[in-house]
């Protein structure tokens, strides 16, 4: 009986050196192509799903991969700022967000994630004017990013707001490719 899945094995081995490339790992052989280099996949990419699926610290490693291959620019910097701000680590957070700003003063996403983890943190001041950076570097397009600035300006303008929004249970929501947005249960 154990005959027949050998003569399957040998078959499919057969056909496999029969295909096109044989069996080496070249693009039109018959492994999956970009597998075999790895090189031609973009951590970036795979990270942004990793987040999607809230596999955080899998996107962390998927990003820190892509900063490795294309070098530490915006989207690695803050990518890697947003994996750990998912983690909880908002130290961390805010150093990799912060470098992304410097980087490229232009990019939304980066200064929006910022925002977020000022509020977190309770710097309200600092995070509407982070929020300002971002509306004005989206040229406004952005209604989360406007909800966010109206938020930290309410907090900012009404100091109660702080105490009310220890209460509330603000969560952090992915939006598009690495912005967030406070949201409230209410």
């Known amino acids: 009986m154990m005959v027949r899945p050998f ?5 499919m081995l057969f056909l496999a050196a ?3 490339g044989g069996l080496n790992r070249s693009s039109d052989g018959v492994f999956a192509p970009g597998i075999s280099g790895m090189s031609s996949i973009d951590g970036l990419v795979v990270g942004h ?5 809230g596999e955080y610290e899998l996107a962390l490693k998927s990003y820190n991969r892509a900063a490795a291959q294309q070098g530490l620019n ?8 947003s994996a750990n701000l998912n983690l909880g680590r908002l130290g961390q957070a805010e150093r990799w967000l912060r470098r992304a700003v410097e980087e490229d003063p232009t990019f939304p996403p980066a ?9 977190e943190k309770g710097e309200v001041a600092e995070a509407s004017e982070v929020f300002r950076r971002a509306f004005a570097a989206d040229n406004g397009n952005s209604d989360e990013i406007r909800d966010n600035l109206r938020l930290a300006l309410a907090n900012l303008e009404n100091p109660s707001n702080n105490a009310l929004q220890e209460n509330q249970n603000f969560n952090l929501i992915r939006r598009g490719a690495g912005d967030f947005v406070l ?4």
């Not at 003569?7 to 078959?11: A, F």
């Not at 915006?74 to 700022?81: E, K, P, Q």
């Open 7 to 11: 003569i399957v094995g040998l078959l």
């Open 18 to 20: 029969c295909a096109t």
């Open 49 to 53: 799903r990793l987040m999607d699926a």
């Open 74 to 81: 915006v989207d690695t910097m803050s990518a890697i700022g």
């Open 111 to 119: 200064w929006n994630n910022l925002g977020v983890i000022l509020m």
């Open 183 to 186: 949201s409230s249960d209410l």
